[in-house]
């Protein structure tokens, strides 16, 4: 948490208006000025075998590419390469020139992380089974089971039908175990990724 100290080191507002001109590559004028020459510059850059071959490894991985995109042309920006709008026109013609590429890999590209028409669904998917998760588990601590409480009953119906509707098998409720969980050492490094 920020403490009020804090802020008295911070810049001041305007402070940047203060610098010497022209300091910064965003501050001069781009090297590139149409969005041609940025769109070329940035295929020619990814047609390299060795880059395709990294790109393909963080992308089989479940790196989506819109946001590697706007990265790799915001960092563009940032070196005064070219304009923000030289990127945001460019940026579709990137993402479907490394598409096309990582589809000759074999590899099928999330194009974003979200997904409008699926993401809320999850989420309250998500939070239904975790409030009927607590509520079983509230019951169980009552002494409360499908034989005997008509709620827990109805709750554990419930959940069999979103178990069901997910593609699960519904478990059964006398060979749910407590099974403790493992310790494992989790890689560490650059490379480190889970397997799914």
């Known amino acids: 948490m920020a403490k009020p100290e804090d802020f008295l080191q911070g810049p001041i ?8 001109p022209r300091k910064w590559p965003w501050e001069r004028p781009p090297q590139m000025s149409s969005h041609e020459e940025v769109t070329k510059y ?7 075998q060795d880059v395709m071959d990294d ?3 963080m992308f089989d991985g479940g790196m989506p590419l819109a946001p590697f995109v706007e990265t790799l042309t915001t960092t563009g920006v940032s070196e005064g390469l070219h304009t923000v709008d030289a990127s945001l026109i460019a ?6 020139f490394i598409k096309a590429a990582m589809t000759q ?56 039908s979103m178990d069901t509707s ?17 310790e494992t050492t989790q890689p560490k490094g650059l490379m480190a990724r889970e397997t799914m």
């Open 13 to 20: 507002p305007g402070q940047s208006l203060t610098t010497e």
């Open 105 to 160: 890999y074999g590899i099928k590209v999330k194009d974003d992380t979200y997904d409008p028409e699926r993401d809320p669904k999850e989420r309250e998917e998500r939070r239904l089974r975790m409030t009927i998760d607590l509520a079983l588990a509230e019951a169980a601590e009552s002494g409360g089971t499908k034989q005997n409480d008509p709620g827990v009953s109805l709750l554990q119906e419930v959940k069999d």
């Open 42 to 48: 940035y295929i020619n850059k990814l047609a390299d």
């Open 166 to 182: 997910m593609g699960e098998e519904p478990v059964a409720e006398d060979t749910v175990q407590e099974v403790a969980p493992e």
């Open 55 to 57: 790109l393909a490894v």
């Open 91 to 96: 940026n579709p013609v990137i993402h479907t």
